[in-house]
C-alpha cells in the first residue's frame, strides 16, 4: 500500500512539474507575440526552454508509460528544432547609454558569400528584471564587402550617438554603402 501511495506521488509531482513547464512555454510564446522576451532565453537562442521541455516531456512519459514510438517521434522533432536555431543563431551583445539610464540587446548574425550580408534586432531592457522588448519590426540589415566581418563594428556601435535615451544612430563602417541608421527606442 505504501509503494503504491509514494508512486502516485511521484506521478503527481511530475504531472505538476510538466503542467507548470507547460504554462511557462505559453507564457515565453505569448510575450513573443507582443514582443517581449526574457533575456536568459533569448540570449540561449531558445535552446533552454526547448531542452528543459523535452526533460519534462522524458520524465513524464516514463511515469506515464508513454508509447516510445512518440519519445522517439517528439525527440526528432526537437533535433529538427534544434539544428535549425543552430543554423539561425544569433549572438548577443549588450550596449549602454552614455548616462546608464537604457540598456540595449543586440542580436546579431551574419551570411557570408562573397559579401557579407549583416542582420540585427535591437531589444530594450525594460523595467522588469529579466525582460526586455523588442524594438524593431524587422531586421536591420546591412551588406559589407571585404574589411571586418566582425557585426558590431560593421554597425559602428563604438561610434553611436545617443539622442535624449530615445534613439541610437549608428554610422556603419567604411566597407559599406549603407548611410547613418537609426534605431528608435522609444515606439
Keep these: 500500500m505504501n509503494q503504491v501511495y509514494k508512486k502516485n506521488q511521484k506521478s503527481d509531482v511530475i504531472l505538476i512539474f510538466c503542467l507548470l513547464i507547460l504554462a511557462f512555454d505559453v507564457l515565453v510564446f505569448l510575450l513573443a507575440i507582443f514582443g ?3 533575456t536568459f532565453i533569448k540570449s540561449t537562442n531558445n535552446i533552454l526552454p526547448i531542452l528543459v521541455t523535452l526533460a519534462a516531456f522524458y520524465a513524464l512519459a516514463r511515469v506515464r508509460k508513454i ?5 522517439i ?3 526528432i ?3 529538427l528544432i ?4 543552430s543554423l539561425t543563431n544569433n549572438s548577443y551583445d549588450t550596449i549602454n547609454s552614455p548616462t546608464g539610464n537604457i540598456k540595449v540587446m543586440i542580436g546579431h548574425r551574419n551570411v557570408s558569400l562573397g ?3 549583416h542582420f540585427y534586432n535591437f531589444y530594450l531592457y525594460s523595467s522588469v528584471p529579466g ?3 523588442k524594438v524593431n519590426d524587422e531586421p536591420l540589415f546591412i551588406m559589407s564587402r571585404g574589411g571586418s566581418n566582425d557585426s558590431l563594428e560593421v554597425l559602428g556601435v563604438d561610434n553611436a550617438e545617443w539622442v535624449k535615451d530615445e534613439k541610437i544612430i549608428f554610422d556603419p563602417s567604411s566597407s559599406t554603402n549603407t548611410g547613418l541608421t537609426q534605431v528608435d ?3
Excluded at 67 to 71: G, I, L, S, T, Y
Excluded at 82 to 85: A, E, K, P, T
Design 67 to 71: 508509447e516510445k514510438f512518440w519519445v
Design 131 to 133: 525582460l526586455m522588448k
Design 77 to 79: 522533432i526537437v533535433a
Design 115 to 117: 559579401e557579407t550580408n
Design 36 to 38: 517581449y522576451y526574457f
Design 185 to 187: 527606442l522609444k515606439r
Design 73 to 75: 517521434f517528439l525527440t
Design 82 to 85: 534544434l539544428g535549425w536555431f
